[in-house]
């Protein structure tokens, strides 16, 4: 079986190809239909994870993210509030704050409203999907290969490097320079993609876990199962 693990980067999206063995290949994708179509046409993809939310609130916070912030202390910030449906599509950034005041009472941080285009890019295309598509986070899922909280950030050498030796405990060798090959993309969105991967295939496999667990699943107006899978 062949898997996808899919993070954002300049150019679209990062796209990292895993397979029962371990790595396949990476390529980079404009939008994530392509992502998809790519993986199955050219590796027959199963399954695909994402870095992105999936499962808009119409107001306050999803217990996603609420749960996995705890999960990964002391990395915990780096799973970012999402911002309700009302601030998403609101045409400017000052519109899209007064939407998500009025709606959740708090402000929208221009790092989440910078990325919104990602989040409706997969919003739009989650109910067309031809293979299962899900939510992962890259800190919660080097969370649970390491067993323990992470101390070193991704951006840095020493975080890079431990996060490069969990993929390749896990049997996912990533190529060293592969960022290279992939316009628009960064050292850190291929590992992110990687971990990504590895949580599809634990996805086929049956052996992931979600937060929160499917018998507290938590859905909103979209009626789309909102979790992230690890």
Same mark, same amino acid.
């Given at each position: 079986?062949?898997?996808?693990?899919?993070?954002?980067?300049?150019?679209?999206?990062?796209?990292?190809?895993?397979?029962?063995?371990?790595?396949?290949?990476?390529?980079?994708?404009?939008?994530?239909?392509?992502?998809?179509?790519?993986?199955?046409?050219?590796?027959?993809?199963?399954?695909?994870?994402?870095?992105?939310?999936?499962?808009?609130?119409?107001?306050?916070?999803?217990?996603?993210?609420?749960?996995?912030?705890?999960?990964?202390?002391?990395?915990?910030?780096?799973?970012?509030?999402?911002?309700?449906?009302?601030?998403?599509?609101?045409?400017?950034?000052?519109?899209? #704050?007064?939407?998500?005041? !009025?709606?959740?009472?708090?402000? %929208?941080? /221009?790092? &989440?409203? @910078?990325?919104?285009? =990602?989040?409706?890019?997969?919003?739009?295309?989650?109910?067309?999907?031809?293979?299962?598509?899900?939510?992962?986070?890259?800190?919660?899922?080097?969370?649970?290969?390491?067993?323990?909280?992470?101390?070193?950030?991704?951006?840095?050498?020493?975080?890079?490097?431990?996060?490069?030796?969990?993929?390749?405990?896990?049997?996912?060798?990533?190529?060293?320079?592969?960022? #290279?090959?992939?316009?628009? !993309?960064?050292?850190?969105?291929? %590992?992110? /993609?990687? &971990?990504? @991967?590895?949580?599809? =295939?634990?996805?086929?496999?049956?052996?992931?876990?979600?937060?929160?667990?499917?018998?507290?699943?938590?859905?909103?107006?979209?009626?789309?199962?909102?979790?992230?899978?690890?």
């Amino acid at each position: 079986m062949t898997y996808l693990g899919i993070d954002a980067c300049k150019k679209g999206w990062v796209v990292v190809v895993v397979d029962d063995a371990g790595w396949v290949d990476a390529f980079v994708a404009p939008d994530i239909a392509v992502a998809e179509r790519g993986g199955i046409t050219d590796f027959g993809a199963t399954t695909m994870v994402v870095d992105i939310p999936i499962g808009i609130p119409d107001s306050g916070a999803r217990r996603a993210d609420q749960l996995s912030r705890k999960f990964i202390k002391p990395r915990g910030s780096s799973v970012f509030p999402v911002p309700v449906r009302a601030a998403l599509i609101a045409p400017t950034y000052e519109a899209a #704050r007064a939407a998500s005041i !009025a709606a959740s009472g708090k402000s %929208l941080s /221009a790092q &989440a409203y @910078a990325i919104r285009e =990602r989040i409706l890019d997969v919003d739009r295309h989650v109910a067309s999907a031809r293979i299962p598509l899900l939510e992962g986070h890259p800190e919660v899922s080097f969370r649970a290969m390491a067993g323990a909280g992470l101390d070193h950030p991704k951006k840095s050498e020493a975080g890079a490097a431990l996060r490069q030796q969990l993929l390749a405990g896990r049997g996912i060798d990533v190529p060293f320079g592969i960022e #290279r090959d992939l316009p628009g !993309a960064s050292r850190d969105d291929v %590992l992110d /993609a990687a &971990a990504m @991967a590895w949580t599809a =295939r634990r996805v086929g496999d049956g052996e992931a876990i979600r937060l929160p667990p499917r018998f507290a699943a938590e859905r909103f107006s979209d009626g789309i199962d909102s979790a992230i899978w690890f």
